[in-house]
Nanobody
Framework: QVQLVESGGGLVQAGGSLRLSCAVS????????MGWYRQAPGNQRELVAA????????YADSAVKGRFTISRTNAKNMVYLQMNSLRPEDTAVYYC????????????????WGPGTQVTVSS
């Protein structure tokens, strides 16, 4: 069973930066695509960024393109989300998960999510 533990969130002023980390245990990390999701109060969880096993990246939300960067370190079983120029609308709980592509759309593989990490951006 894969375990996912997110960290790195916090309170930051608009325009600031945060780097989120996700530690993955279990499974064969280097073969898996990984995604960062976020869930704002009252909203559904949504995919923000994806990275393939080979390091190709996609940003599902056009609002984060150019501001967020997803990356991974296979040797450490870690995936990261560098977030710059943060905006109040980025406020959410951020989660990671193993993802697979079904009919050209990424979907989370595991129903059991990690605790997430809270990101709060003040204006």
């Amino acid at each position: 069973q894969v375990q996912l533990v997110e960290s790195g969130g916090g309170l930051v002023q608009a325009g600031g930066s945060l780097r989120l980390s996700c530690a993955v245990s279990g499974g064969i990390f280097r073969f898996n695509a990984m995604g960062w999701y976020r869930q704002a109060p009252g909203n559904q969880r949504e995919l923000v960024a994806a990275i393939s096993s080979g390091g190709s990246t996609e940003y599902a939300d056009s609002a984060v393109k150019g501001r967020f960067t997803i990356s991974r370190t296979n040797a450490k079983n870690m995936v990261y989300l560098q977030m710059n120029s943060l905006r109040p609308e980025d406020t959410a709980v951020y989660y990671c998960n193993v993802i697979r592509k079904y009919y050209s759309s990424w979907s989370p593989v595991y129903d059991s999510w990690g605790p997430g990490t809270q990101v709060t951006v003040s204006s």
